[in-house]
């Protein structure tokens, strides 16, 4: 019997095994591959096609994989992601070569060395009191053309009914947001000494982040089957901030978008969030996640796949965990397959678990151990 | 165990505002306390090393533990830097405030900087003159950096694995450059291991700030 790659998606979603385990790659920032390593695909594979990138942004450096490749890489999924409005991609288009990149939120990214970017530019870095938070000139997310392709792209996706649609758009998360704005220390800093502002930033960041989601949900419609959102609250070691914190401040904010969504669509969430978050899984089981990402298993407790699997195998949905830190990029091949063998074996029996890198290709991940990573997917079905 | 001081009450109740003010993250209050002991007479090192380092000293403790999470120990690193700022220039003569000279920078091609600035705290905490040299940090720099000020170590921090190799870089530019001599490198930041450390040829390595400054103390055996 063969099934189709949608059916392969939502038999996971739903903790069901099917013929492999669905491979979840090049639909957002976090499943995606960076331009240099994707060329070098294009190049190993002997395919040709052209070089646009995710949202299409230059500065996130992530390229959009075209057809070809998403087939040859057994890509389960399809994805469907928002723009930032034309007026403001027209203005970063035509500003001078070197130029900082600023979003439409007053934030951006400066180039540090050639087609290096790193978010550096926070406009709201200084602030600390409520009114700079209520006079800031938030941006228009009513702007028709963030959102006047998704529901082409959506139908023409869900007629096919070949792929699951994972829909992205781009950092609607209140805590990344509010690093985007402040800088993360300075955010951090602000949780611990301000914290009513720190709060009502969240909150008035969730605010403008659901106006957009409302939006870009209603252009959606039926047509997708997963949305991701997320926010990074582990590091290499342990948690971003304390479990208590977690739950007082973020929690709430967490919860009541996840609500939002839910009301608003079938789909389920995906939840991103880096590094060493085992002590948090709980609230995130609790506030109604159905899938978690990126498994970051070279961070503290998320290396043990077993702990995982026996706690939380049945109450969420595991996507990720193919180590970009040390596996992907340094691995051999016969390493790498063996690592892909290991993690389904542990996290696939009884559906439950979508294959994806932890985090972006980068520029140090050869060609050939993606095509290691997913080819070894496809051999080894359970 | 340092100058004199005059034995009373408000001496202790002032070192233990300080103490407290530090561990809270309370840089307002630290900084009031610390000028009222400069005011008061209060041998600067005093301040410094019965109240100002104990405190971070129990701040890198709680976070060890994971009793407090980055927001605080940052609000304390904030509140200890604060105070630095006033005492640094009252302890530029005195020889036994400092243990060593650390120099510290974020690699090229690398911008992320707050385990540096923690590290660079912690380190100024543990009594060395720190010299940072920021961000997106040539090899050259590096080299130029050791010749210049002839540090005890060196501290690269590296966030990103395609950034990773540019500790490698450094470390054989400083190397090839003939100024390494008795200077160690410690390195750190989110993907680097001890595996990673001794393969390209540092002296230490360092998962975080806290653990830095034991790793320092146990290169130099103090």
């Given at each position: 019997m063969t099934i189709s790659s949608r059916e392969r998606v939502l038999a996971a979603v739903n903790h069901e095994e099917s013929d492999r385990a669905p491979i979840l790659l090049g639909v957002s920032n976090a499943t995606g591959i960076k331009m240099k390593p994707y060329r070098d695909l294009k190049n190993l594979l002997g395919i040709e096609a052209p070089e646009n990138y995710l949202y299409d942004w230059?500065?996130?450096?992530?390229a959009e994989i075209d057809e070809t490749t998403m087939r040859r890489l057994h890509s389960d999924v399809r994805g469907v992601l928002d723009l930032e409005p034309a007026s403001v991609m027209e203005r970063n288009r035509s500003r001078p070569d070197h130029a900082d990149y600023i979003d439409s939120w007053g934030s951006g990214a400066s180039e540090i060395k050639p087609g290096q970017w790193f978010p550096?530019?926070?406009?709201?870095?200084?602030a600390n009191t409520v009114d700079e938070i209520e006079s800031y000139d938030w941006?228009?997310?009513?702007?028709?053309t963030r959102v006047a392709h998704v529901a082409g792209q959506a139908q023409k996706l869900a007629d096919d009914n070949e792929f699951a649609i994972v829909a992205t758009p781009w950092l609607l998360f209140p805590l990344e947001r509010a690093f985007a704005m402040q800088g993360m220390d300075t955010f951090l800093m602000n949780m611990a000494l301000y914290p009513e502002f720190a709060e009502a930033l969240l909150w008035k960041l969730q605010g403008v982040c659901k106006q957009l989601m409302g939006h870009f949900l209603d252009e959606l419609g039926p047509n997708v089957d997963i949305i991701k959102i997320g926010d990074d609250l582990g590091t290499q070691e342990s948690l971003l901030m304390s479990p208590d914190m977690y739950r007082r401040v973020l929690k709430p904010i967490h919860a009541d978008w996840i609500d939002f969504i839910k009301a608003r669509t079938n789909a389920k969430v995906m939840f991103h969030t880096d590094g060493d978050v085992f002590p948090l899984i709980d609230e995130f089981v609790d506030m109604g996640i159905d899938i978690l990402n990126?498994?970051?298993?070279?961070a503290g407790k998320m290396s043990n796949l077993e702990a995982l699997r026996e706690r939380y195998g049945t109450k969420v949905v595991f996507c990720g965990a193919?180590?970009?830190?040390?596996i992907l990029p340094h691995g051999t091949p016969a390493e790498i397959r063996s690592e892909v063998r290991r993690v389904i074996d542990i996290l696939g029996p009884g559906g439950g678990y979508m294959l994806s890198s932890v985090h972006t290709v980068m520029d140090d991940v050869p060609a050939k151990n993606i095509i290691a990573m997913v080819d070894a997917v496809d051999e080894y079905s359970h | 165990m340092t100058g004199e001081n005059p034995p009373s009450n408000d001496y202790d109740s002032l070192l233990d505002a300080l103490y407290d003010a530090v561990l809270a993250g309370n840089a307002d209050q630290a900084l009031t306390s610390t000028r009222s002991g400069l005011e008061n007479g209060t041998d600067p090192l005093t301040l410094l090393f019965d109240a100002m380092i104990p405190a971070l000293e129990e701040v890198g403790r709680l976070f060890e533990s994971g009793e407090i999470f980055l927001p605080e120990m940052l609000i304390s690193a904030r509140a200890m830097q604060a105070c630095m700022d006033v005492l640094r220039p009252l302890l530029a003569?005195?020889?036994?405030?400092?243990v060593g000279v650390f120099v510290m920078g974020t690699i090229a091609g690398d911008i992320h900087d707050i385990g540096k600035n923690l590290c660079d705290v912690m380190l100024e905490g543990a009594g060395f003159e720190v010299i940072d040299l920021g961000i997106?940090?040539?090899?050259i720099q590096f080299v130029e950096a050791i010749k210049e000020h002839n540090p005890d170590v060196v501290g690269l921090s590296a966030f990103l694995t395609t950034t990773m190799p540019e500790l490698a870089t450094t470390i054989d530019a400083i190397n090839e450059a003939g100024v390494r001599g008795n200077t160690k490198i410690i390195v750190g930041g989110a993907p680097v291991t001890q595996e990673y450390a001794d393969q390209i040829g540092a002296d230490g390595y360092a998962p975080n700030a806290v653990s830095a400054v034991r790793t320092v103390k146990s290169l130099l055996s103090i």
């Open positions: 230059p500065e996130l450096g992530t550096m530019v926070h406009p709201l870095a200084a941006p228009d997310m009513d702007d028709p990126p498994i970051q298993t070279s193919i180590d970009t830190q040390r | 003569d005195a020889a036994s405030a400092r997106n940090v040539p090899a």
